[in-house]
């Protein structure tokens, strides 16, 4: 299976703490994506890397990329409580418009 | 305005009902997909169409029929429901935009949960 892995799989912090998730993937990728879940919503997407990236930011969001090793990181600083949400990495698999989603991290931020 | 909208929100049904969930989107998008989303939060792509044509089809049971009347629309009925099919399930569409090395991101809709008793 392609799908990523992320870890960890869940993450509790308070409100001001940095939050860093990682996810590792199987395939060469030509681009990678974290979304983010609300409880009861849909996916929104966060930001896109693409393989000739290596960091990348996004207001409070830091994501880097190491093809090399096949993984990333997505960084949220200065964390509020309304980003508890879920977490999650998609890579494209190649040669189709199929998106595989990692298995997510669940972060709860405290206030 | 709702760039992606599905209906219904909570569907409640008896095994071996037939069931259908709708999909629109008025973004424009080309490409629209089902992806499945269980317990445990994975979230597993079940097909793809493009301008109305099934691009991905997973490894589904054919109790699964995608249809897309038209390229803004892609609904999802289930035939003869199981236990198992209990999920939450996401309607999201994208615009492969090429600027990007290929890359499609997708936006979904607010996902349907379907509960088989």
């Known amino acids: 299976s392609q799908q990523g892995e992320e870890d960890p799989q869940a993450l509790s912090i308070q409100e001001g703490e940095n939050a860093t998730m990682n996810c590792s993937y199987k395939t060469s990728i030509n681009n990678l994506q974290w979304y983010r879940q609300n409880s009861g919503r849909g996916l929104v997407h966060l930001i896109l890397i693409r393989s000739n990236e290596r960091e990348k930011h996004s207001g409070r969001l830091r994501v880097t990329l190491d093809t090399s090793k096949k993984s990333s990181s997505l960084l949220i600083t200065a964390s509020r409580a309304a980003d508890t949400a879920s977490y999650f990495c998609a890579t494209p698999s190649i040669g189709t418009d199929k998106l595989i989603f990692g298995t997510g991290t669940r972060l709860q931020v405290f206030p | 305005d709702t760039a992606v909208s599905q209906t219904p929100k909570y569907l409640v049904t008896q095994m071996g009902n037939d069931k259908s969930i709708k999909c629109e989107q008025n973004l424009g998008h080309d490409t629209m997909y089902w992806y499945k989303q269980d317990s445990k939060k994975f979230l597993k792509i079940m097909f793809s169409y493009n301008n109305k044509e099934l691009i991905i089809n997973e490894t589904v049971p054919n109790r699964f029929s995608p249809k897309s009347p038209d390229k803004a629309h892609l609904n999802l009925h289930i035939n003869s429901l199981e236990l198992g099919d209990s999920a939450v399930y996401f309607c999201?569409?994208?615009?492969?935009?090429?600027?990007?090395?290929?890359?499609?991101?997708?936006?979904f809709g607010a996902g349907s949960r379907l509960t088989v008793l």
């Open positions: 999201a569409s994208s615009q492969e935009n090429r600027g990007l090395s290929g890359a499609n991101v997708l936006t």
